[in-house]
C-alpha cells in the first residue's frame, strides 16, 4: 500500500540537542510538506519542497531544518535554536495537479 | 492573504444528532475547499473537497456545499456516530498556479457520545 511513514513516534529531546524526524514516501509525488500542530491554532507550514534538491521555507522556519536528496525522504531536523519544540509533526505530500496533501501518522515531539 | 475561519469547540452531539461545523473562507479568486477529519494520535485525511462554487463535496454521509455568495464551506453529517468522534479541519487552496500553499482553520473538535 501506498503512504506516507513517519518516525519515531514520540521523540524526546534534551537540552540543546538537535533532533531528526524521519518522514519517508512511497506515492511517487513531487511536493513534500512539514507543519507543526499546536492545541488551538491549526497547522502551521515549517518548510516545504516541490522537487529533489529544491525546499522553501514556510511561515514558521527558524530553528527548523531540511534537505530534499531522495524524491522519498524528506527530513526534518529540529535544533537548539528552535525554543519551544514541544509539538505534534505532521509531513505531508501530493501532486500539484491533484491539490489533495497526504499525511503521514506524525511525530510527537516532548522536550525532556 | 487567505484565511479559513472554524466555528470553536469542542462539539458534543448524542449519536444520531444532526451535525453542522460551520466554515467562512477569505481568498482572492476562486479557491479549492477541503474538509479534513484527524482521529486521536493520527494525521489528517482527506474527507471531502470542492473545486468550484456550488459543488457539493461528499463522503461517508458527510456533505459539504461551496457557496461563494457566503464564502462559505459548512460541513454537515445527519446523524453522526460514535466513530465520528475526531477533529475537523476546514482548507483552502488558493489555486493560482505553481506552489498551492493550503490554508488550514484551526479545528474542530467533535465529541459524540452514546
Known amino acids: 500500500d501506498g503512504g506516507i511513514t513517519q518516525s519515531p513516534k514520540y521523540l524526546f529531546r534534551k537540552e540543546g540537542q538537535n533532533v531528526t524526524l524521519s518522514c519517508e514516501q512511497n506515492l511517487n509525488h513531487d511536493a513534500m510538506y512539514w507543519y507543526r500542530q499546536d492545541p488551538g491554532q491549526g497547522l502551521r507550514l515549517i518548510y516545504y519542497s516541490q522537487i529533489v534538491n529544491d525546499f522553501q521555507k514556510g511561515d514558521i522556519a527558524e530553528g527548523y531544518s531540511v534537505s530534499r536528496e531522495k524524491k522519498e525522504s524528506f527530513p526534518l531536523t529540529v535544533t537548539s535554536a528552535q525554543k519551544n519544540p514541544t509539538a505534534f509533526y505532521l509531513c505531508a505530500s501530493s501532486i500539484p495537479e491533484e491539490e489533495t496533501q497526504y499525511f503521514g501518522p506524525g511525530t510527537r515531539l516532548l522536550v525532556l | 492573504g487567505n484565511s479559513v475561519t472554524q466555528m470553536e469547540g469542542p462539539v458534543t452531539l448524542s449519536e444520531e444528532a444532526f451535525l453542522t461545523i460551520n466554515c467562512t473562507y477569505t481568498a482572492t479568486g476562486y479557491p479549492s475547499l477541503f474538509w479534513y477529519v484527524q482521529y486521536p494520535g493520527e494525521g489528517l485525511q482527506l474527507l471531502l473537497k470542492?473545486?468550484?462554487?456550488?459543488d457539493k463535496g461528499s463522503n461517508k454521509g458527510f456533505e459539504a456545499t461551496y457557496r461563494k455568495e457566503t464564502t462559505s464551506f459548512h460541513l454537515e453529517k445527519g446523524s453522526v456516530q460514535v466513530s465520528d468522534s475526531a477533529v475537523y479541519f476546514c482548507a483552502l487552496s488558493p489555486r493560482s498556479g505553481g506552489y498551492q500553499k493550503v490554508t488550514f482553520g484551526t479545528g474542530t473538535k467533535l465529541q459524540v457520545i452514546p
Open positions: 470542492a473545486t468550484k462554487a456550488d
